[in-house]
């Protein structure tokens, strides 16, 4: 199978990655809004073009995973490219997901492609496990908790205060929350009873420490309605410890059966990650096969998470996953 | 959605809860080989009649629950009846898989009908889990731990020792373990590192406790490669105490990704329940429901929850889902 890859940031390296950790895939190409000369690829062999260019080597690419942000990117590259390539995207604006979809679906009929949007780990896996737990126990509650990892729209909006030279937000489950969810007490839950936030500072020399602190624990949306610890560090602490882009999360599904409701059952996936874009990728590219199969199939259209049988993920035959997994 | 269910023991019970807690299921039927006089049914208005006339309702059940045991009913019951119903089983006996896929999917497809075998929680979710692991994270390692819950065979072995009048046996998985493997230290562990053996016994009036204790921690297969504990309890706080049938259990799947290796990741699903066969007659209801909407799409031939996608065991619409759970 033969994959190309739009865009050329953290999660098309994590694609990339993964691509290297499947013998049945191969990376042939990336394609790059950029100049194409200023991007080196990690892999030995893959061809970078001009993403102008891309309509050229439609004959020699299987699958196109879409490695751009959901706000302006996704919206308008996926239903454009879904005409001329079965792609996969990892669409993350909740909201938008009806709109995207049809235009998805729209572009992928007219050209014959197979498309998937909202792939990763939520929406995505998190999705998946939210759908079997609700299929499974329909009287209960869904809980669904992110972290402890890195919030790159709560680190922007650091960044963003007067004085912050950088800075990076981690989002934290509260345990007594997730001990009381996994206890089946089915619990209200505030938003701050919910996650806390944590932000390491490195502020500008000089800056009025104290205002930072205040403009990050009371901005609206991201801050005020959590508890938040901002701590200040130094540059060389912070390229020491916070590098990395770990991230993660807990889906719950909390139910009851019997003909009393006398019976209690609690259903938790969590997900631990030292990378947030490795793993998402590694979710693009099973996908990317499924999706593959399915356009070999004759099937076409934008699917989700949803609508993929299991099987189609694996590169091992029915006889083998039978064999090994069920 | 009409269903009808062979067999009345407890599974059977759990299958017929859990239809009561779906709006669009109905439970029409259920097929005894006993004297169907003697079987009283929960739920109001459902018919009793002898497994020998199941044919006579053919064309009146849309999904058939075969509700055996895995040893000797099942491989002769799903084949039988997958010719003439949609049918659906929780068979276990792994190594008997492939030969059960094979003689009930030649049926289903003779009858035109579909099939779904090894369904419920182990094979089935958990199955399910390991296969969104591997396909996932390729390069990792797979972790099953069961318990804390009452295991039936253990049990039945306990009460086959003399001088025992009742007895249970809880598997708990050793919490040491189940950490190393949270944390991603990928350990190496024997049965007796992964799991203890708790057992309840009722003791007959002037039984040799001594003796019965070292006949159980010494019975082959078992027990005597695991750390057992063996409680002499009364009737009366065996009655009180361990009338339930919980159980449980994680799976994990611990990898890693990137160029290096350098990143780890820890998926990890567990469940938590009450009833283990109320738990299984939930998710075999769900497949229920995907295998008829599969059957009346033209798929047919024998299935496992591999080949089924998610969407199909939801009573919601596409964009219901899509709207709710993506």
Same mark, same amino acid.
């Given at each position: ?92 604006? /909740?909201?938008?997901?009806? *709109?995207? =979809?049809?235009?998805?679906? %729209?572009?992928?009929?007219? +050209? @014959? ?117 901002? /701590?200040?560090?130094?540059? *060389?602490? =912070?390229?020491?410890?916070? %590098?990395?882009?770990?991230? +993660? @999360? ?77």
């Amino acid at each position: 199978m033969k994959i190309a890859i739009l865009g050329y940031g953290n999660l098309a390296r994590g694609v990339e990655s993964a691509i290297a950790q499947n013998a049945d895939l191969e990376l042939e190409y990336v394609f790059t809004r950029r100049d194409p000369a200023s991007v080196k690829v990690k892999t030995d062999g893959v061809i970078v073009r001009s993403a102008d260019d891309i309509l050229k080597y439609k004959e020699d690419i299987d699958v196109l995973v879409i490695c751009g942000g959901s706000a302006t990117d996704l919206p308008e590259m996926t239903p454009k490219y879904a005409k001329d390539f079965n792609v996969i995207d990892s669409f993350d604006t /909740h909201a938008r997901i009806p *709109e995207h =979809f049809a235009n998805v679906d %729209k572009a992928a009929r007219e +050209g @014959g492609h197979t498309a998937l949007i909202s792939c990763g780990w939520d929406p995505g896996m998190f999705s998946l496990l939210r759908l079997y737990g609700n299929a499974i126990l329909p009287e209960g509650q869904d809980y669904t908790f992110w972290g402890k990892g890195v919030s790159q729209g709560h680190s922007d909006a650091i960044r963003r205060v007067k004085g912050v030279k950088n800075g990076k937000q981690y989002t934290i489950p509260v345990e007594s929350a997730l001990e009381s969810v996994r206890n089946g007490e089915n619990p209200v839950l505030t938003t701050r009873q919910k996650h806390t936030r944590e932000c390491f500072v490195v502020p500008e020399e000089g800056a009025d420490l104290a205002a930072i602190e205040k403009a990050i624990k009371t901005m609206p949306n991201y801050f005020d309605e959590y508890d938040t610890t901002v /701590h200040f560090i130094t540059e *060389e602490e =912070f390229d020491r410890d916070h %590098k990395g882009i770990p991230h +993660g @999360g807990f889906v719950f599904r909390s139910g009851v059966t019997g003909f009393a409701k006398e019976n209690k059952h609690v259903i938790e996936y969590s997900l631990k990650l030292d990378s947030n874009p490795e793993f998402t990728g590694s979710v693009l590219v099973a996908y990317a096969r499924a999706i593959f199969k399915l356009n070999t199939e004759g099937v076409t259209g934008c699917k989700t998470v949803f609508d993929i049988a299991p099987a189609y993920l694996s590169p091992l035959s029915g006889e083998e996953i039978r064999a090994h997994l069920l």
